[in-house]
């Protein structure tokens, strides 16, 4: 999960790069049973990105 966020941090991240690392943060702690956490990504692509994949479908 550090991956994720330090890949986040990274000034030159296009938005187009950002919301698909989350998409794949969200789905790895969806696999990881972190219920709580996936939900705040789903929640956050939902509202900045409602047309990004099948999100959270």
Do not use: H, N
């Amino acid at each position: 999960m550090a991956a994720f966020c330090r890949a986040l941090q990274v000034p030159s991240t296009s938005s187009k790069d950002q919301v698909q690392i989350l998409y794949l943060l969200g789905r790895f702690v969806e696999a990881l049973d972190r219920i709580p956490k996936a939900l705040e990504t789903c929640r956050w692509l939902i509202r900045e990105a409602p047309q990004y994949r099948a999100v959270c479908m």
